[in-house]
């Protein structure tokens, strides 16, 4: 009997190899090109969308639903300012993964309200949003907003929670995952329940701060809307603050058009 119930529990919980991608950022870059600037109401501390690491594990899989875990750590104490329930409520990340390393296979354009794009070289296939608002909702929003075949390639993490400077939530995953085996792109940005236009509950940047308001970019819609990514090797080097900036400058026409949008690359373990 205590054989049978051993082999049952095994084919129901299977056990993870321990694979785990840890990618590290400086701190003190959470200005987007290099010019952002955080609002004015003190909600918005410094470092509170300072990505400092990310961090990815193999979770092995439950009744055959694989998963992974998810750890992003920022550089300042987070707070449930807007009372959202999951112990942070002004962040929201997502995990852009390319699963096969194929040049020119999946994704170069964003969910919109990013204003950002891919290098062909590292089009993405799956991505992860980590978000204080109800799955529920960001699930309405990503039917609404994006093409049916974006949709499907995105995967709303489970159960985010915050704590000190650390925000975990797992994400189911179609197959049995390889995180050493992918690329990655972690974009910063801000929660917001009321975006403007077909954002996808992201907040864009203006040419001044305001009480809510990030500073340091354009009034127009021309310029990307993230306060920090990876860059380099994702070792947190110095040299790595500057990779970033250059990554994601920008240009607009007169009449506020895009005429240059930051092409991102990935970052390979």
């Not at 040419?207 to 306060?227: E, Q």
């Amino acid at each position: 009997m205590r054989s049978f119930l051993l082999l049952t529990f095994l084919s129901v919980i299977s056990v993870t190899n321990g694979q785990t991608v840890v990618l590290t950022d400086p701190t003190g870059d959470d200005k987007g090109p290099g010019t952002y600037e955080y609002p004015l109401d003190l909600a918005y501390k410094t470092g509170s969308f300072d990505l400092k690491k990310v961090t990815i594990r193999n979770n092995g899989s439950v009744l055959q639903t694989y998963r992974l875990e998810l750890g992003i750590d920022v550089n300042a104490q987070l707070e449930d300012v807007w009372r959202m329930g999951g112990g942070f409520s002004l962040q929201m990340i997502f995990i852009f993964i390319d699963t096969d390393l194929v040049p020119g296979s999946g994704f170069t354009t964003a969910p919109p309200g990013l204003n950002i794009s891919f290098d062909p070289q590292n089009a993405w296939d799956k991505c992860i949003i980590i978000s204080p608002q109800s799955a529920q909702r960001v699930q309405k929003e990503i039917e609404a907003k994006l093409s049916p075949e974006m949709a499907k390639a995105m995967i709303i993490a489970k159960s985010p929670r915050g704590g000190g400077q650390h925000i975990r939530a797992t994400a189911d995953w179609p197959e049995a995952p390889k995180p050493d085996q992918y690329a990655y792109q972690v974009i910063m940005q801000v929660n917001d329940g009321f975006p403007l236009g077909n954002d996808l509950l992201t907040r864009r940047v203006w040419s001044a701060p305001g009480i809510h308001r990030f500073g340091g970019g354009t009034d127009d819609d021309c310029d990307p809307n993230v306060l920090d990514i990876l860059a380099g090797k994702a070792k947190g080097e110095e040299s790595e603050k500057n990779e970033q900036y250059k990554m994601l400058q920008y240009a607009c026409a007169e009449d506020g058009s895009t005429t240059r949008m930051p092409v991102l690359r990935m970052v390979k373990p």
